[in-house]
Nanobody, 123 residues
């Protein structure tokens, strides 16, 4: 069983930056692929980024590539999402999620979810 708690959301102006963090409890954190997903207002939840258990591979949605960076610290059981050059369309509730082993952009493949943190980008 893995429990996930996000932090770091807030209100920022367009062009600004935020760093989201996700703290995980449980064992064998390094065996979990970790992902960030977001749900904009009135829309479906969508994939943002994922990182494999070792941290050796990362994956991004085209909409955030070059602006967002996912990273993890297995010693601290944490995964971060650095978000730069934020746009109003990045406004959403951001959730971290975990799944064993193989990477996936499909949210249905993830077994563990945090409650989410709100990110609001003003124009």
């Amino acid at each position: 069983q893995v429990q996930l708690v996000e932090s770091g959301g807030g209100l920022v102006r367009a062009g600004g930056s935020l760093r989201l963090s996700c703290a995980a409890s449980g064992r064998a954190f390094s065996t979990y692929t970790m992902g960030w997903f977001r749900q904009p207002p009135g829309k479906e939840r969508e994939f943002v980024a994922a990182i494999t258990g070792s941290g050796g591979s990362t994956y991004y949605a085209d909409s955030v590539k070059g602006r967002f960076t996912i990273s993890r610290d297995n010693a601290k059981n944490s995964v971060d999402l650095q978000m730069n050059s934020l746009k109003p369309e990045d406004t959403a509730v951001y959730c971290c999620a975990g799944k064993l082993y193989l990477y996936s952009i499909n949210q249905r493949a993830y077994d563990y979810w945090g409650q989410g943190t709100q990110v609001t980008v003003s124009s």
